[in-house]
């Protein structure tokens, strides 16, 4: 498994544990707050959790730009 595929679980699982939904439901081509009912008080765990795990900082303006969680996994792979 590379890193992009790890990375990859690793988003996926965040955000099924955060949203209370099965592995299997969080699809990269998802839309966060549309289909997997994501509101703003999620979106912001999410982005806090994705910050701890992988050491990053997600400007709000990157977070605007989050709509699906292939955009999650795409930001996390650029670090």
């Keep these: 498994m590379d890193k992009k595929e790890k990375n990859s679980d690793v988003v996926i699982?965040?955000?099924a544990k955060q949203l209370n939904k099965d592995l299997k439901e969080v699809t990269p081509e998802k839309r966060i707050?549309?289909?997997l009912k994501a509101d703003s008080l999620d979106i912001v765990d999410v982005i806090l959790t994705i910050e701890k795990k992988f050491n990053v900082t997600v400007p709000d303006s990157a977070a605007e730009t989050i709509k699906t969680v292939d955009d999650l996994i795409a930001f996390v792979d650029k670090f």
Excluded: Y
Aim: a negative charge.
């Design 13 to 15: 699982a965040i955000l």
């Design 33 to 35: 707050k549309e289909d």
